[in-house]
C-alpha cells in the first residue's frame, strides 16, 4: 500500500522495514544531518565573524535597508527551495540552502550585541543536547506524531501572527509577554523536531540512494530542521540568556 505522506510530495511506502530499508533510511538521515550541521557552521562562522566587528554589527543592525533586506531574502531563498525543489538540480539546492545560511548567520550575529557570549555558547550547547534527543526521538518512535505536529505548526502560526502585531506594537514584547513568547516558541520548535524527523525519515524513497533525487530530499530536510534547531535556540537564548 502506497500513500502521500511528505511536504515534499514523494510516495513513500506503508510497510515494514527490512533490515536493508532501515540501514538505507540510516544513510538518508545521516545526509539530512551533515547538511543541516554544514549550515550551522556556516551560520555559526559568519555571525561570530560579523558579532565581533562592532562596525558590520551595527551597520546590519541600524541599517534599515540592509537589516530587512537580509530578512526578505532569507524568506525568498526558503520559499524558493519549498516550491521549486522538484524543478531545479541538486547543486542549485544545495548552494541556494548554504546562502540562506550565511543569509541568517548574518542577521544572527546581532544576539552578540545583546547577549554575553558565555551565555550565547551555553544556550547554543543546551539546544544542540535538546534537539538530539528530540530528533532522536522522532526517528525511534513508532508512535504517529501527526497529532502533535497539527498542535505545533498551529501554535507557530499564532506565534507568526503575534510577532507581527509586535512590530506595530513594541509593547507586546515588553516583560512577562516576551518570556511567555519564549516558552511557547521553546514547546512549539520542541514538538516540530520531533514531528518533523519522523516526516523526513518517511519522505525518503527507498531505493533511489544516490540519484540527484535523493539528495535533494536531504536537503530539503536539513533546511527543515535547521530552521527548527534556530528557532529553538532563539527561543532559549531569549528566555535564559544572559543580556549585557
Known sequence: MEKNNSAYGVVTKNAPLSGGVAAENVRFMTKVYLWMT???????????????????????????AIFYGLIFAQFGAVFFLSFAIQRINSWVAA????????????????????????????IFGLTAFSFAGLS????????????????????????????????FFPGMMSGVANQVYSLVGVIVFSGLTAYDTQKIKEMNIIGNEGTDEDRK????????LYLDFINLFLSLLRLFGRRK
Open 136 to 167: 532522536g526521538f522522532g526517528y525511534v518512535t513508532k508512535r504517529d506524531l501527526g497529532p502533535v505536529g497539527s498542535f505545533c505548526v498551529m501554535g507557530l502560526w499564532g506565534m507568526v501572527g503575534y510577532g507581527l502585531l509586535s512590530l
Open 38 to 64: 554544514s549550515g550551522l557552521c556556516v551560520s555559526g562562522a559568519l555571525a561570530y565573524i560579523i558579532g565581533n566587528d562592532p562596525d558590520l554589527a551595527e551597520m546590519i543592525v541600524y541599517n534599515r
Open 95 to 122: 548552494m541556494v540552502f548554504l546562502l540562506y545560511a550565511a543569509l541568517t548567520g548574518a542577521t544572527l550575529s546581532t544576539v552578540f550585541m545583546i547577549y554575553t557570549k558565555d551565555s550565547i555558547v551555553s
Open 217 to 224: 530530499e536531504a536537503i530539503f530536510g536539513a533546511l527543515t
